[in-house]
């Protein structure tokens, strides 16, 4: 196991068993004192448009997250999975408003909701380390996102979002890796920029 590829391939299967172990024995997923601090940290700049998931499996609950983005009066949108891109489109979202099953049977919101381009995206993470980069589920589709959105300048900050079970001291990573300005844990913010 040389490349950093295989690396990876390793580190995922490890850390999808040390996820579900964490997301048993974890009792509260969502701070909100945690959320208060990052949000007024963010507040200071002009930032309406959130992008956050639906969490599956045993991610990280976001249930309380978007709520609690929604009740500040921003726009929330989650990201779908288009066959004419390499990277997310996103689209709005709002709690009342039914969810299709996208791509590998996320839910996500249909083709008429409005397109919009996040300013703040809160991002899974199967892991997260030291660095502020962040392991992912293997598609790429976040890094490709933040690629095209800094090739496009376009400002925005990204957030991890995991449990504090999951950061590691470092993960092999390669030039597709884009670092995250912040990951958010239920105990703790850590910033990166």
Same mark, same amino acid.
């Given at each position: 196991?040389?490349? =950093?590829?295989?690396?990876? =391939?390793?580190?995922?299967?490890?850390?999808?068993? *040390?996820?579900?172990?964490?997301?048993?024995?974890?009792?509260t997923?969502?701070?909100?004192?945690?959320?208060?601090?990052?949000?007024n940290k963010?507040?200071?700049?002009?930032?309406? *448009?959130?992008?956050?998931?639906?969490?599956?499996?045993?991610?990280?609950?976001t249930?309380? $997250?978007?709520?609690?983005?929604?009740?500040?009066?921003?726009?929330?949108? $989650?990201?779908?999975?288009?066959p004419?891109h390499?990277?997310l =489109?996103?689209?709005?979202?709002?709690?009342?408003?039914?969810?299709?099953?996208?791509?590998f049977?996320? $839910?996500?919101?249909?083709?008429?909701?409005?397109?919009?381009?996040p300013? =703040?995206?809160?991002?899974?993470?199967?892991?997260?380390?030291?660095?502020?980069?962040?392991?992912?589920?293997g598609?790429?589709?976040?890094?490709k996102?933040?690629?095209? $959105? *800094?090739k496009?300048?376009?400002?925005?900050?990204?957030?991890?979002?995991?449990f504090?079970?999951?950061?590691?001291?470092?993960l092999?990573?390669?030039k597709?890796?884009?670092?995250?300005?912040?990951?958010?844990?239920?105990?703790?913010?850590?910033?990166?920029?």
């Amino acid at each position: 196991m040389n490349n =950093i590829v295989d690396q990876k =391939i390793e580190l995922r299967k490890k850390q999808f068993k *040390i996820r579900r172990e964490i997301f048993k024995n974890t009792l509260t997923h969502f701070n909100i004192n945690l959320i208060e601090i990052l949000y007024n940290k963010l507040r200071k700049e002009t930032f309406n *448009i959130f992008s956050s998931f639906i969490s599956i499996y045993s991610e990280i609950n976001t249930k309380e $997250l978007n709520y609690y983005l929604l009740e500040k009066q921003k726009i929330l949108c $989650l990201p779908c999975v288009s066959p004419n891109h390499s990277h997310l =489109i996103f689209r709005r979202y709002n709690f009342n408003q039914k969810l299709v099953k996208g791509k590998f049977d996320i $839910l996500e919101p249909s083709d008429d909701n409005e397109l919009l381009i996040p300013d =703040i995206l809160f991002v899974p993470c199967l892991a997260f380390d030291n660095n502020g980069y962040r392991l992912g589920y293997g598609g790429g589709y976040y890094d490709k996102t933040f690629d095209y $959105l *800094i090739k496009n300048k376009k400002k925005f900050i990204s957030v991890g979002y995991a449990f504090e079970g999951q950061k590691l001291s470092s993960l092999p990573i390669d030039k597709y890796d884009i670092k995250l300005n912040y990951v958010m844990t239920e105990k703790n913010i850590y910033s990166y920029l």
